[in-house]
């Protein structure tokens, strides 16, 4: 199975191709647009600038896409595209190219939710076998997830307001580090003494995998204001220093409630128990490690797909859609963008499907 994958759900623009025979797969092509210069001027992505680009990108991304897999629209057997959880206007710009083609084509449309593109992106490159654990760490999401089959996810838990990759970045504005914050927190932090400044460690007290990060932005702000009242700014040091306590916080509060995901997801018996990790968060060195240390110490196989996988990209929706394809899913026409859409209930997924 060839598929077509097309992404515009939040500031990448994307399309790839991707090849199924059985469990093997293969990246024929993937091109991601990134617009981070068009909103960098911000501080944020601009839905409206987003809107635009996609619409203007989309098509290009898509024929380099086939242009680099060596193939043209008559090869493929479906198109894949991100129907939501995303930025409305971006999500309905690729929706309706892939409509488009589609029905120039006569191939199978199938509308793919995003998140399940990042959880299923392990069997993609690994061929993971479900059941497994899936922390998704990104700019948008944090949330834990059995994903049991290509369609079927349980949530454990999550942030229940900011997500880490937003934390970093918010703790990279402040300090008036370069953005997207997370290598350059990271960076900074490598040099820094994490006990200086206390940080806390949100919701470790409580029972269960939810999370909280806003906290820590709060803590920030107030050590950096401290510093700033006594002496007038910030040194180096103090910089390195405030990386180092949050990152750790992070670090800390990520590993005991993955700790904790694992002990529900041992019920799971699974023949080979695995924790993989997606999301840009999980480029981070100090908290993969501590992943793969929790992982190890309950004996389970930990996984981390390739960076340019784990953030956002087009192969993990055509894979996500070929996973889809087979287990009989796909739409009609009336595929809808939808701006919100938990993966732990895909039944709006099926809407049109037959299902
Ligand atoms: P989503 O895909 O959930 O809509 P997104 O597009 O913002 O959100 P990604 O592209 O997966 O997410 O990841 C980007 C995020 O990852 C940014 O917030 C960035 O700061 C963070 N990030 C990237 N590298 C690192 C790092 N080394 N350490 C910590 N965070 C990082
Ligand atoms: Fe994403």
Not at 44 to 65: F, N, T, W
Request: proline share 6%.
């Amino acid at each position: 199975l060839t598929f077509l994958g097309i992404e515009s759900s939040c500031d990448d623009t994307a399309a790839a191709v991707v090849r199924a025979d059985g469990a093997q797969a293969q990246i024929l092509s993937s091109v991601v647009d990134g617009q981070t210069a068009l909103h960098a001027a911000f501080g944020g992505v601009v839905p409206e600038i987003a809107a635009r680009a996609h619409a203007e990108r989309l098509d290009l991304c898509v024929e380099r896409a086939l242009e680099e897999a060596g193939l043209g629209l008559r090869d493929l057997d479906g198109i894949a595209v991100t129907a939501g959880p995303g930025l409305i206007g971006g999500v309905l710009s690729g929706v309706m190219l892939a409509k488009g083609l589609a029905a120039g084509t006569g191939l199978p449309l199938v509308g793919v939710n995003h998140l399940a593109g990042h959880a299923l992106t392990p069997r993609l490159t690994d061929g993971l076998a479900f059941p497994y654990l899936m922390l998704l760490v990104s700019g948008g999401h944090c949330q834990f997830l059995i994903a049991r089959g290509a369609e079927e996810f349980s949530r454990l838990g999550g942030s229940i307001d900011d997500a880490p990759g937003e934390a970093f970045d918010k703790t990279a504005k402040l300090l008036g580090l370069p953005q997207p914050g997370g290598p350059s927190v990271e960076a900074e932090a490598a040099t820094g003494d994490p006990r200086r400044f206390a940080f806390p460690r949100p919701m470790l007290d409580r029972p269960g995998c939810d999370m909280s990060f806003s906290g820590l932005k709060t803590a920030l702000l107030r050590a950096r204001d401290g510093l700033v009242a006594e002496k007038g700014g910030l040194t180096r040091a103090d910089r390195a220093d405030l990386c180092a306590g949050f990152q750790a916080a992070v670090v800390e509060v990520l590993a005991e409630k993955t700790r904790r995901a694992l002990a529900v997801y041992a019920a799971e018996g699974a023949a080979e128990p695995a924790l993989a990790v997606a999301g840009g968060v999980a480029a981070n060195g100090p908290i993969r490690a501590a992943l793969t240390r929790v992982a190890e110490a309950a004996g389970v196989r930990f996984l981390a797909p390739p960076l340019r996988l784990c953030t956002d990209n087009a192969a993990m929706i055509a894979w996500a859609g070929i996973e889809r394809f087979r287990a009989g899913g796909r739409d009609g026409m009336e595929l809808s963008a939808r701006p919100r859409w938990p993966l732990d209930r895909s039944a709006p997924a099926l809407i049109g499907s037959g299902k």
